[in-house]
Structures are given as C-alpha cells and as structure tokens.
C-alpha cells in the first residue's frame, strides 16, 4: 500500500494500527491492496495509450 497505492500517510498511519490492534484481518487489507491496484494499473494503462500518440515527437520506436 505505501508505494503508489495510498498517498495520505494518516490513512496509512490507520491501516497499520488496525493491522497492529487486530481490528483488521488480512483479507481486507489484501481486498484493499487488489482494489487499488487495479485503478492504478487502469489509470498507467490509459496514460499509456495517449503517450504512444507523442512517440514521434521524441524520435522513439515502439514495437508492437
């Protein structure tokens, strides 16, 4: 969760102390992680696609 999932350090700071106390089980915290993941591979995905569009302004090949 801390690298590129959950910017805000208080929800981070949360999450572990619900982990530490035993209020959260790791099938939540791994549902969680699964959620986010997904958006964020969604969200790389798209910006991908438009950044193949300016491939030739910088002289880059890309294969397929």
Do not use: N, W
């Amino acid at each position: 969760m801390l690298f590129h999932l959950i910017g805000d350090d208080e929800e981070l700071l949360e999450i572990r102390q619900e982990c530490v106390s035993g209020t959260r089980m790791c099938g939540s915290c791994k549902q969680l992680a699964a959620e986010k993941m997904y958006e964020f591979l969604k969200d790389h995905q798209e910006k991908r696609e438009l950044a193949k569009e300016h491939l030739d302004e910088y002289k880059i090949i890309y294969k397929k």
